[in-house]
DNA sequence: GGAGTCCTCCGAAACGTTTCAATAACAAAT
DNA sequence: ATTTGTTATTGAAACGTTTCGGAGGACTCC
């Protein structure tokens, strides 16, 4: 590998003029620099980052961590941090499981967005104290270097039930559920409860999903099977799953949004093309995004945080 | 920061010892490890993976660059890299545009798995150089350290036209192209010219989309607008555009089968969804991704490579 | 009791940068 | 002619690891 000192031997100067040439540094003469430019470029040279890391202590690069690729979610969000991060200068780099691991455990990044609950409170807090800033967008939890900005599910819940409660009338609302204990799930549990209690209503049943499409078809399936009363409301924890309640409903006959309403909640893409069309809250996961990476960087910096609270918007489409 | 040699002073012995112990090296007797572990523990010691970068001379790491994380199509990709990569002791780290740029041009990984088309010839085979073995997925480029794996978008593209040809008499067929001089355009328009000539067809009309949905709706409109004929068959490049033209249609009253034909290629999620449900190419992409992940890692071991060729599989559904 | 063999541990060099402090060369000012 | 100042350049230390080559001690074997 060819490196900083063979670019200073076949140019004639040492090393140290090299790395000023080449950080753009005022103090060397064109005439010299663009000598050394050139020669860089001639035999390829490329800076090594582990050498610079070491001796910068830094890395110039925020990790994000997420918890898989096939989440509808992440594009938009992702997109945002990596707009605001190359507008600040700095690399983004994202991670998926055993990866994300690895990649926090040996400080490969100066600071870690990070969405996904595979990873403990346990490790993160660990981790932040030697690691650096790290924010957490899946769940809230406060340590001394571990911040989260997250979404205001319980408002948007609470608006969206009490606009499908309002729209006509319903006599057995149901709740389904995601992964229970997640932040996602609880959030907009409270958000329906408060709803349906400020429309005086009492009762209501419980199904509990995982956030796929699959486990919402299984619940369908399931209270068929049982011969359980149908509920005439589905209040989804997310898109996915009353996705697969809708598509097993049509199967079997139901007409939505007549005798059965439906909503979901994060306004996937496919949201708009099932028939009839979910409704649902959508969240602004770009801002979300800039948001999140603007925080981070500010964090490094050890500049004062705006910390901002992102709203979803519910939208009113036709399933119920 | 803490570093090894807090570690060290803290268990009281030796630089050299802590390293071999955190390494699991047989030399240091259980009762020394456990003491040195501990300390470790407790002072929340994260090795540094610049020093450790620098001094290995590797990182342990595969680069994947990705053109933007919005494509259906790479969940499954990564899905299987990640996998593959798992299991042989490596880290992925996932980036786009810019991002992919500095990391290549900083030798941040041992190896990079590239499907950008933004990321130039040039660049890459520059880079490679000195950077180490790329694998490109999205076009074929034979270099030093240049390699590429594709897949037979030619055969798979023959068959599926082939069977839209035969399956009901069509007089007008259209070819869709994606972004002209991709591989993926390229080589799927030639799969059609030799399915409708191994037919005895000679003429077709072309429309230039962009390989989004956007593009597929633009091209019915200014059909429509323009008065032009109506096409019975549209062969497109790939799924996004076929369903922005499917959903223009259907809004425009035609009889998609029946008086219009059409399929995609991809097979995205939303295919399935779509009605009518769309005839596309299905591609391995998880096995693309393992196999992609495994040529990467043998090419930095210095391996023999199993190259293996990654076909289509033509799946037929109610659109034509 | 001396030579040989293990076992446990350590010192120091090296990886490729950045950057401080210092030097050399030369012009300008006294 | 010496000092002063400026500009161009350099040497060397430091960043935090890994790992080679030993050192020192305990044990075995004759």
């Known amino acids: 590998m060819a490196s900083i000192k063979d670019v200073a031997k076949a140019s004639g100067v040492s090393i140290s003029t090299v790395s000023y040439v080449l950080n753009d540094d005022p103090r060397i003469p064109e005439v010299t620099a663009s000598k050394v430019r050139q020669i860089a470029n001639e035999i390829g040279y490329l800076p090594s980052a582990a050498a610079r890391n070491l001796k910068k202590q830094n890395t110039k690069t925020i990790l994000v961590a997420i918890s898989d690729f096939g989440g509808p979610v992440y594009h ?15 690399t983004m780099i994202v991670s998926t499981g055993i990866s994300s691991v690895n990649l926090l455990k040996e400080r490969s990044a100066d600071a870690a967005i990070v969405t996904d609950i595979h990873l403990s409170n346990e490790l993160l807090i660990k981790t932040a104290k030697n690691f650096g800033p790290i924010i957490l967008l899946d769940r809230k939890l406060s340590d001394e270097f571990v911040y989260h ?5 319980e408002e948007a819940m609470f608006e969206l039930t009490s606009k499908a409660i309002t729209s006509r009338k319903r006599n057995k609302i149901a709740y389904v559920h995601g992964v229970t204990g997640t932040y996602d799930n609880q959030t907009r549990f409270q ?3 408060r709803a349906i209690h400020s429309h005086q209503i009492s009762t209501y049943s419980e199904y509990f999903g995982l956030f796929t499409k699959q486990s919402g078809e299984d619940i369908v399936e399931q209270i068929i099977r049982k011969e359980e009363p149908m509920p005439d409301l589905f209040i989804c ?7 697969g309640i809708m598509d097993r409903l049509k199967v079997h006959h139901f007409d939505i949004p007549n005798t059965v309403g439906i909503c979901g909640f994060d306004d996937i ?9 979910l409704s649902t809250v959508k969240i602004a996961h770009r801002e979300w ?17 705006t910390f901002f609270v992102q709203k979803g918007q519910v939208i009113i489409r036709d399933s119920f």
């Open 237 to 243: 924890a997310n898109d996915e799953m009353a996705i």
């Open 191 to 193: 958000g329906f409860l």
């Open 289 to 305: 995004g800039m948001n999140a990476a603007l925080t981070a960087v500010q964090l490094i910096r050890k500049e004062a945080v």
């Open 149 to 153: 900005i997250t979404i205001d599910n």
């Open 269 to 277: 893409d496919l949201s708009s093309y099932v028939q009839p069309q």
């Open 76 to 90: 938009e969000l992702l997109d945002g941090i990596q707009h605001q991060l190359t507008k600040e200068g700095y």
